[in-house]
């Protein structure tokens, strides 16, 4: 078996990774958003339409992520298995 720290650096990785993907989104519709609606005063309108689009390009984000690091743990397996491909 590999190293046990080898799983906890990419666990660790994939936490940091997977946190600023969601927050950072979120965060800048919300600024962009609230911004834009008092500019010109519209309500939530344009607040929704970014979250919803940050939304959206959240999840494209990390289904691809989560596939890289899917990836990434086999070859930690297969490196702790002795076969390395």
């Known amino acids: ?3 046990d720290s080898a799983y906890t650096r990419l666990a660790m990785r994939i936490f940091a ?3 600023g993907s969601i927050a950072i989104p979120a965060v800048l519709a919300a600024l962009l958003g609230t911004w834009l609606d008092d500019r010109y005063s519209t309500g939530p309108r344009y607040l929704i339409i970014l979250l919803a689009l ?3 390009a959240t ?5 691809k992520k ?3 690091y899917g990836r ?9 298995d002795g076969v390395v491909k």
Do not use: G, P, T
Request: glycine share 0%; charged share 25%; aromatic share 12%.
């Open 59 to 63: 999840a494209i984000i990390i289904a």
């Open 54 to 56: 940050a939304f959206l």
């Open 72 to 80: 990434m743990y086999e070859k930690l397996n297969e490196k702790s």
């Open 1 to 3: 078996m590999a190293n």
């Open 66 to 68: 989560a596939k890289k």
């Open 17 to 19: 990774d997977f946190s």
